[in-house]
């Protein structure tokens, strides 16, 4: 049998007479093993399962692998979003240097076209990024564009698309 803890506590938490409180110490033990582990499982980063904010999410060609990681700026100390472009053989073809903040979210996705879909849930600009004469070029999209292209719907949180 564990050993008894025993205290005396009033209503307020301050030590009074009267009938002690017991604590069983054979229960404190499992309880301070399993907090720990816990607390662990719970804080513990889950994988990114939405969407549209998949990681190695291949172009609709099959042609580009699309990666966003948050990479660490030495010069400027902050996180940041990194729209990268590699061929299938993991060859990085483009990496953009845009200032996303990492402590915001972004949101990707590739239209039909083999364009980068993204929009920053910092200040609702969207943006895409297609090949033109060999170079990737980012453009920052409204929706009055000249050029009548829509983001693919599957960019849009559900949030957004809800509200629409």
């Known amino acids: 049998m564990g050993a008894l803890l025993e205290c005396q506590i009033g209503k307020n938490g301050a030590p009074t007479e009267g009938r002690p409180y017991k604590l069983d110490m054979k229960y404190l033990l499992p309880v301070c093993l399993l907090l720990p582990a816990l607390l662990f499982i719970s804080c513990k ?22 990666n966003v990681p948050i990479e660490w700026d030495s010069q400027d100390q902050l996180h940041y979003w990194r729209v990268t472009i590699s061929d299938v053989k993991g060859t990085v073809l483009f990496k953009d ?9 972004v949101y990707w996705y590739w239209d039909n076209n083999d364009r980068v879909w993204l ?16 170079k990737w070029q980012r453009t920052q999209w409204h929706e009055d564009n000249t050029k009548s292209l829509l983001p693919p719907p599957e960019l849009l949180t559900d949030y957004r698309r809800k509200k629409k």
């Open 45 to 66: 980063a889950k994988d990114i399962d939405l969407p549209n904010q998949k990681q190695a999410f291949a172009s609709p060609s099959g042609r580009y692998i699309l």
């Open 97 to 105: 240097d845009s200032p996303f903040q990492g402590r915001f979210n």
């Open 119 to 134: 929009t920053n849930s910092d200040n609702g600009n969207t943006y895409y990024w297609e090949l033109e004469n060999g």
